[in-house]
């Protein structure tokens, strides 16, 4: 249901993510054609990054797809996409650095982290629940479905919140670990902290299309609870 909330705070933010997108891309590949001068991979980098923190136990895998790099808590592995793993650049280091940077917080017990964690079963009920609850609200002109819809859809609101400092904290590890570790040159520190910024704005943008769709919904209720 388009609504002029749509057009004052959805669409924005929905530019913003595609645009978030399209720089995440672009910065990456320009800068995956930069190599570092340490002349190492992404996986070695990974591995000497975790192994100085006494992260002997983190395996390091291939994970298939493109910038499809992420760690995973549950089985304490990191994952790092074909370019990244045997990539050379200061791209590649950059992207494997922000991984083993959510590894350290893992071992660290990083209070957002565990948060956002502790928020993945309630936010993912949140968002299969919402939507149908809010679309019972239009249909029916129920506040009272819209009210609960919201309710459940601030679950999944809270989860990309959390979600932001989790990720600049990473990108904070990665960078300072980087150049104290040698992997990049204090030159080339500005190279890979773009493409870590342009990663940064993704989800950037994507909190933003939720709270605006949240905000939305809020006016939506409350100028349905006036009517009444």
């Known amino acids: 249901m388009f609504s002029i909330y749509d057009l004052i705070l959805v669409l924005p933010a929905m530019l913003l993510a595609i645009y978030a997108q399209f720089k995440v891309k672009s910065s990456f590949s ?3 054609r930069v190599p570092a001068a340490s002349g190492t991979t992404g996986a070695q980098v990974a591995r000497g990054l975790l192994d100085s923190k006494g992260l002997h136990h983190v395996p390091i895998e291939i994970s298939p797809g493109t910038l499809s790099d992420h760690y995973d808590p549950r089985g304490r592995v990191l ?5 990244v793993y045997n990539g050379y650049s200061v791209a590649a280091l ?11 917080q893992h071992d660290e017990q990083y209070v957002p982290l565990d948060v956002r964690h502790k928020l993945v079963p309630v936010a993912s009920i949140g968002s299969m629940a919402a939507f149908p609850l809010i679309l019972l609200g239009f249909f029916l002109s129920s506040p009272n479905f819209l009210f609960y819809g919201i309710i459940a859809f601030s679950l999944a609101v809270a989860f990309q919140l959390i979600t932001l400092p989790v990720e600049f904290n990473a990108s ?4 300072t670990l ?6 990049i040159a204090p030159q080339e520190a500005g190279a890979t902290k773009k493409v870590l910024n ?3 704005l993704t989800y950037v943008a994507a909190t933003l299309v939720a709270v605006a769709e949240l905000l939305k919904y809020i006016f939506i209720f409350m100028g349905q609870s006036s009517d009444d």
């Open 30 to 32: 320009k800068y995956s």
């Open 79 to 83: 994952r790092l996409s074909p370019e």
């Open 94 to 104: 950059g992207v494997a650095a922000h991984e083993v940077g959510h590894a350290i």
């Open 172 to 175: 904070r590890r990665a960078m």
């Open 178 to 183: 980087l150049v104290d570790k040698g992997y």
């Open 198 to 200: 342009a990663a940064a």
